[in-house]
């Protein structure tokens, strides 16, 4: 409905339709119009008034119900139709008290009845009243239209700022589809210095913009610790400390976590809060296990104590698939869940056909049968295998020392003693100082794999006392981080000092690292000779370590029984 402050501004008076049959009630009905400060145009029966509403766009029209040619309902029908999102508010004039003829006229669209007689100042306050009703409309239209352009430009700065740097490998497979114009549903995935593959789910309380109050923090430590080669428990732990400060009551993000450890073929898994997480086997094409949630999501507590981890061994041809609550709670026309039971179904079917989670979204789109989606709908399939994007430097052999400046040298050192063992990872410390004093570079992912192969010798078989060669068996790999997990817990002395210092050389430079633990050592002459005699099988995780350490870096030697090792490691910018 135009108000008077258009009409000052375009200098035209607003537009008034009237259709009826009667000579009469169109001059009656268009005097009064006119009073009011309405331009008037009539038509005598609906099909005309549908013509004139479609040729001149009026903002009022007065409607007779029985009219020859097309009536007043019908002719009412085409005008809302025709009018789509505008607000032209119709006016029903008739002269019949029946009930069911007043019910047909609401139903058609019209916003508004009356009988003859009536009185001018009737139709004034009925006009008067749909005109306030037009200008509420149209406010709320505007502040829709302006929601849904901020929605757009929050999906882009989602989509550019969160989700492009996501690992561009077609074996991760995403799909999302939200309920909203904006999602609230989260997909990362990175991949750490030495290869491992972090992947997380989240899905924010509700959907809609205010997600993005968490979403972009949320990523920006999820992609900052992994790159600096985090754990999936050191990055989880900072996500719940920087979104318990950051959200609003009553907001928290549930998740799901998986640390695909591609030298050992093993997965970590945590799940916050999140459905069911499904491991699917390759070669049997069945459930392998579920890994349900065990501990609570991110961002209610301001400090989290998570469950131990979930290690299951996995294969190239297995399948993790991760999902929100989107799927389960996906209903049909009758109202009633998708559930775990259809999800297996789906699940099994797509693992025998080879599109595990494209089976999963038909099903769950056939069940919902086009009936509006209630919350987002996200699911990520991850391979028990994923290849790192090929990293290369140059690596700097013994004869390539150069002379080394004593001022440009610098030193870097950390002891950690008893529970701190259990609470600090020195690892992303150290890489962190590193990129600080000597900028970005490739080679800190060869660096990074050599400190954590150090570091976790030290502290697992240092410290701890744990024989590797329980690791060479999917049943001995599980007992091992059983009896590492319980070892830490209970760890009340014991240390591992780390010392570096840097020189650099001719376009590069070279760490001397020194790895100290206070275990009883072992015997690495025996293991060094059956290295040199390549006695280590490819295939075993006992022993593979010392032999990783061997062909990275220039030099290895032990000490102190084997309780102390020392490396150089070199590597040229060019």
């Not at 693992?351 to 789109?365: E, I, P, R, T, W």
Request: hydrophobic fraction near 40%; charge should be negative.
């Amino acid at each position: 409905m135009v108000s008077a402050v258009t009409v000052q501004e375009t200098g035209k008076l607003p537009l008034a339709l009237i259709v009826d049959d009667s000579l009469s009630n169109r001059m009656t009905l268009e005097a009064m119009l006119r009073i009011q400060g309405f331009e008037v145009i009539t038509a005598e029966n609906g099909e005309s008034g549908v013509n004139q509403f479609r040729e001149l766009a009026p903002e009022l029209v007065l409607m007779d119900v029985q009219m020859p040619v097309l009536d007043g309902i019908e002719a009412t029908r085409q005008i809302k139709s025709h009018a789509g999102d505008n607000f032209v508010p119709v006016i029903f004039v008739t002269s019949s008290e029946d009930e069911e003829i007043v019910k047909r006229c609401i139903d058609a669209g019209g916003d508004d009845f009356f009988q003859r007689p009536f009185s001018p100042s009737t139709l004034n306050a009925k006009i008067k009243a749909l005109r306030r009703i037009g200008n509420l409309y149209n406010e709320v239209r505007g502040l829709n239209s302006l929601r849904e352009r901020e929605e757009d430009i929050a999906e882009q700065l989602f989509s550019n700022a969160i989700e492009s740097g996501n690992v561009a490998d077609s074996k991760v497979r995403i799909y999302k589809r939200p309920a909203a114009t904006f999602s609230g549903d989260v997909q990362l995935t990175a991949f750490r210095p030495n290869g491992d593959l972090n992947v997380l789910l989240g899905d924010f309380t509700g959907h809609g913009l205010t997600s993005v109050i968490g979403a972009l923090p949320l990523s920006e430590t999820f992609r900052a610790m992994t790159r600096k080669g985090y754990s999936g428990e050191e990055i989880l732990l900072q996500i719940n400390r920087k979104l318990h400060g950051l959200l609003p009551s009553g907001m928290f993000l549930a998740a799901s976590f998986v640390t695909l450890d591609v030298s050992s073929g093993h997965a970590r898994i945590w799940n916050c809060g999140m459905p069911e997480i499904l491991l699917m086997d390759g070669r049997s094409k069945e459930l392998k296990k579920v890994i349900p949630s065990a501990d609570p999501p991110l961002g209610i507590l301001s400090e989290l104590d998570l469950t131990p981890v979930e290690n299951v061994q996995v294969n190239p041809e297995d399948r993790i698939l991760l999902m929100s609550d989107g799927v389960h709670e996906a209903r049909s026309p009758k109202g009633e869940m998708f559930g775990e039971e259809r999800l297996l179904m789906a699940a099994n079917k797509g693992m025998k056909h080879g599109n595990l989670m494209d089976q999963v979204v038909f099903s769950v789109g056939a069940f919902m049968a086009g009936r509006t989606q209630d919350d987002d709908v996200s699911l990520i399939e991850v391979p028990g295998y994923v290849q790192a994007p090929p990293q290369s430097f140059e690596q700097v052999g013994q004869n390539s020392i150069e002379k080394v400046s004593e001022d440009e040298h610098w030193k870097w050192s950390i002891v950690l003693r008893g529970g701190s063992l259990k609470r600090v990872n020195p690892v992303p410390l150290l890489l962190g100082q590193l990129q600080e004093l000597e900028g970005p570079g490739e080679h800190w992912q060869h660096l990074f794999t050599v400190v954590t192969e150090l570091f976790v010798n030290a502290l697992d078989h240092g410290v701890l006392g744990l024989d590797s060669s329980l690791k060479s068996s999917p049943e001995g790999f599980a007992e091992y981080f059983q009896a590492r997990e319980s070892r830490l817990e209970n760890l009340s002395d014991g240390y591992v000092k780390i010392r570096v210092s840097h020189a650099p050389i001719d376009n590069g430079g070279r760490l001397m690292i020194c790895m100290q633990d206070s275990g009883k050592g072992f015997d690495h002459q025996a293991w060094l000779e059956a290295i040199a005699a390549d006695k280590i099988p490819d295939d075993g995780l006992s022993g593979r370590g010392i032999k990783l350490l061997m062909e990275m870096c220039e030099s290895i030697s032990y000490s102190e029984e084997g309780s102390r090792v020392d490396v150089s490691f070199a590597w040229s910018n060019s």
